[in-house]
């Protein structure tokens, strides 16, 4: 396959001056099977960069996510925590889901909000942005009550939480996080008791300090479970 040979052997910047602009499906699909069969690291590595590059054009991010990108990178986050692989996988998912087709692509997998949400903090500063991000463009345009619920469940709620409190959730990571959560308060509201489960709710409160009866009801759970996440 040439372009796998040019993957290979070829450095990032020449082969993409040799892309078109409109690259076609079958080119994604190149792509992403060298993804998938993992054949070489600096394969690999090139694929995601370059996947990275061209999907900052809108039409390239509908054609990498119909030929299957997403669930390939969620496969590829669930089985590495390397630092390169985990920042360059999200900053490929967080491009594919500014489009309708990848943030749906992102939810079609059963481990896609999870795996997403469980490499925030764990990773470095740019994968808490970049995961964040991810996490925006769904809360903000994918959130049906369904993938609210989900949320939820899979402790993304308690994540963001965190982020607001730790040391390394302060600027835009710690704004991007209240952004989230503000978005869906009364849903948050309703199912207090999952999300202050394992997570202290001092920062939450204070953050939605604009939603009076929500804080209200914080202030009063957290008087009841002073110690809660403690």
């Given at each position: ?6 993957l290979?052997t ?26 998938r ?9 090139s ?7 061209v999907?900052q054009?809108g039409r ?7 030929a ?13 925590n390397?630092?390169r692989?985990?920042?360059w ?6 491009q594919?889901c ?6 749906a ?10 795996v ?11 994968a ?9 463009s ?10 609210v ?9 308690a994540?963001?939480c965190?982020v ?11 704004e ?5 959560l503000?978005l ?7 199912n ?5 489960k ?7 409160s ?15 759970m ?9």
């Open positions: 396959m040439l372009l796998k040979s040019m290979e070829t450095t990032l910047n020449p082969l993409l001056s040799q892309l078109t602009k409109n690259l076609n499906p079958s080119f994604f699909h190149q792509v992403i099977q060298i993804l069969d993992n054949f070489s690291r600096k394969a690999s590595k694929a995601l960069h370059l996947l990275a590059n999907c054009r390239n991010r509908i054609k990498a996510a119909e299957g990108a997403a669930t390939v990178l969620i496969d590829l986050l669930l089985d590495t390397e630092k692989y985990c920042e996988s999200l900053s490929v998912l967080e594919l500014r489009c309708v087709e990848g943030r692509k992102l939810l079609k997998h059963a481990a896609g909000l999870a997403v949400s469980r490499k925030i903090l764990r990773v470095s500063q740019v808490n942005k970049r995961g964040l991000r991810i996490l925006y769904i809360a903000k345009f994918s959130a049906t009550p369904s993938v619920q989900e949320m939820l469940q899979l402790g993304v709620g994540k963001l965190l607001i409190q730790v040391d390394c959730g302060v600027g835009k990571n710690k991007r996080g209240a952004e989230i503000k869906h308060a009364k849903e948050w509201k309703k207090i008791f999952m999300l202050v394992n997570y202290t709710v001092f920062s939450f204070a953050m939605l300090s604009d939603n009076d009866n929500f804080m209200q009801h914080l202030q009063c957290h008087s009841m479970n002073p110690v809660v996440g403690s």
